[in-house]
């Protein structure tokens, strides 16, 4: 596998200018997908704090950029939804999202909603002893009682005294609040209405209807992150549709 990437072939989802330089930094395998931007992309191309990688590997090699609550070093580590970002000498923080495009975009925040990240569960596994893990969307994986499902999402302390330990749960179910982070109505929060299960390995179909205009549009179950119970998380943590 190649250690190039052509700026052209980039991932539509990183928003970069595409003829500037031939090419740019690739992903390091890690969390989240494909997709997963660069951290040297976020702070050069994105929030312009650096001029060129060397500007970037100083950066982290001080330690001054901190994602979900671990000082990053590797100008190739990726980052992706609902990541947290601190700056800890300027007091910024920052969340990834996505907007209506598919777009990675940041959203600044303040220092106590850096404290918690919520993250999917994708499926869980029974190991020995029988205790369940629960294996996350962007990798990591933690122990907890049976009472989560996949699918659902669980807000994450990112304190180091209290690392890891889950302090909300917001189920996969009609009724409750989610963000659709793929497909066209990529960006949007609604309210579940339904949920249809397909046969084989064909992914189910979710049905939503937007809380302002009361429109119901589909999308299916893998673009589905829940971000709530009766009311959207979303604005509390400083990003609003």
Not at 1 to 29: C, E, G, Q, V, Y
Not at 111 to 122: Q, S
Not at 146 to 161: M, Q, R
Request: hydrophobic letters at 40%; one cysteine or more; charged letters at 25%.
């Amino acid at each position: 596998m190649s250690d190039h990437l052509k700026r052209l072939n980039a991932p539509d989802s990183w928003h970069i200018a595409k003829k500037t330089n031939k090419f740019i930094t690739k992903t390091a395998p890690g969390p989240h997908n494909a997709n997963a931007m660069p951290i040297a992309v976020w702070l050069r191309d994105h929030m312009g704090l650096a001029r060129n990688l060397k500007e970037v590997k100083q950066i982290l090699h001080q330690n001054d950029v901190i994602i979900n609550g671990r000082p990053c070093r590797d100008a190739r580590m990726g980052i992706g939804i609902f990541d947290i970002i601190s700056l800890p000498k300027t007091n910024k923080f920052y969340r990834i999202l996505r907007d209506r495009n598919g777009r990675h975009v940041s959203i600044e925040i303040d220092a106590e909603a850096a404290k918690t990240r919520l993250c999917k569960v994708r499926n869980k596994t029974i190991i020995p002893g029988g205790k369940v893990q629960l294996n996350m969307r962007y990798g990591a994986n933690l122990i907890a009682d049976n009472t989560y499902k996949a699918g659902d999402s669980i807000v994450l302390s990112l304190e180091p005294e209290t690392r890891f330990k889950i302090v909300d749960h917001f189920p996969f179910a009609v009724g409750n609040m989610a963000m659709v982070t793929g497909g066209r109505h990529s960006g949007n929060v609604a309210r579940i209405v339904d949920i249809i299960k397909m046969p084989g390995s064909v992914p189910n179909k979710i049905i939503l209807e937007d809380e302002t205009t009361k429109t119901r549009f589909d999308t299916i179950s893998p673009y589905i992150y829940m971000v709530g119970k009766q009311t959207s998380a979303i604005a509390t943590w400083g990003h609003e549709q």
